[in-house]
């Protein structure tokens, strides 16, 4: 049966076919963001634990009560926000669906939504599925930097929602306050509503301090800020994040999430909500844990025919290629997992108009030998 797409544009996301490659040509996979080690023994003991406990019903729509009190209290330990556990707080199943819940609550056929490319890849698609309007802005190498009177000037009666993302994927880079302030004074005054994709938020580098838009009551007044645990705890797979918003916008993502997945998974819970109360300061060890290995990798590629600036943030390394290939980034990337042995993400992949960077990305959340010994591979370029 033939039907009309909703997404006649979409197939299958760079991420699964690279590592459908990497697995194929038997590479290193540097590409998806996953690690390749597992995540703290005591949360996988305490998800035994209570998934033996019986703990394997339904939770509360919203998510348990006794982690988005956890959660509360993580958020203003660190960014002197006050959310509130039970109207303010909504657990989900992974950081995509809340995307797609705070996109689908609030944006209407014909809205508009400014879009920041390279861009992670749902943010585009889950607008046009609810009849809004991408607005790509491109962000340019090697800064990656907002144009922040680009933006103005982009701005219509039917803009709706500004998607920002930081710390960056895939560049790595980190808004700063000036970001933010100017940010402010584009909004004010205006009916747009914000959503910030905070994932990599404990993933940040020399010393710089995250620029959360929790941290700016005019900001956070009208934004959704997404999480992760996943990404804070090396559990990709266990697909959990969190929401937090104003009443009045958490009730309308509540809305949809009650349709779209109901509930996180229960005893994931209950494990996460004992250990962030137990271990307090694992988050706070992340900034020097992911440093270590970019600045590990970083030194390995020293000596190679890339050329590299270390990333601000996130467990992403962008690698500029010119001086190996004269290709696009898509081939280039196939010539790295088959000829070499290495799999990585090409940039074009994050931009809605391809440009010709000749950058690709690499993911360094491995384990030191799996550094090691890809670094050797790209070194013999």
């Known amino acids: 049966m033939q039907i009309a797409s909703k997404l006649p544009h979409v197939g299958t996301t760079i991420f699964s076919i690279m590592s ?12 998806q963001g996953f690690p390749d080690y597992d995540g703290p023994k005591p949360l996988k003991d305490l998800l035994c634990h209570y998934t033996q406990a019986g703990q394997n019903q339904y939770a509360p729509m919203p998510g348990l009560l006794s982690l988005r009190e956890q959660i509360s209290l993580k958020i203003q330990r660190l960014y002197d926000h006050k959310a509130c556990p039970k109207q303010e707080i909504t657990v989900v199943p992974g950081a995509t669906e809340a995307l797609f819940c705070a996109i689908t609550a609030t944006v209407q056929p014909g809205d508009e939504v400014i879009i920041f490319d390279p861009a992670y890849d749902s943010y585009g698609p889950a607008v046009e599925l609810n009849g809004g309007v991408p607005v790509h802005i491109p962000l340019l190498p090697p800064a990656f930097g907002i144009e922040w009177n680009q933006v103005k000037d982009r701005i219509t009666p039917r803009t709706r929602m500004i998607i920002i993302n930081s710390p960056h994927n895939p560049t790595g880079t980190t808004l700063q306050d000036s970001d933010m302030l100017n940010l402010a004074e584009i909004v004010r005054d205006t009916k747009i509503i914000l959503l910030s994709d905070e994932v990599y938020e ?18 956070a007044e009208r934004a959704f800020a997404v999480f992760s645990f996943g990404k804070t705890y090396h559990v990709t797979g266990w697909k959990t994040g969190y929401c937090i918003a104003p ?8 809305k949809v999430h009650q349709f779209v997945t109901f509930v996180a998974v229960t005893p994931i819970q209950y494990a996460l909500a004992d250990y ?5 300061d694992h988050y706070l060890e992340l ?8 600045d590990l990798f970083c030194q390995l590629l020293a000596d190679s025919r890339f050329k590299i600036i270390p990333a601000k943030g996130t467990y992403f390394q962008l690698a500029e290629y010119s001086e190996i290939r004269d290709i696009n980034d898509t081939m280039f990337v196939e010539f790295l997992t088959k000829e070499v042995g290495v ?6 992949g994050f931009y809605k108009e391809a440009l010709a960077t000749r950058l690709v990305r690499f993911c360094f959340c491995k384990e030191d030998a799996t550094l090691i010994e890809a670094a050797r591979r790209l070194c013999k370029i």
């Open 20 to 31: 459908k490659m990497a697995a194929d040509h038997d590479a290193i996979n540097l590409s």
């Open 287 to 294: 900034s020097g844990f992911y440093q270590h290995k970019r």
């Open 247 to 254: 009443a009045s916008l958490m009730a309308e993502f509540r």
């Open 202 to 219: 404990h993933l940040i580098y020399d010393g710089q301090k995250h620029a959360t838009i929790l941290s700016y009551p005019e900001l």
């Open 276 to 280: 962030m109360a137990e271990f307090p």
């Open 343 to 348: 799999a990585a993400i090409p940039i074009s």
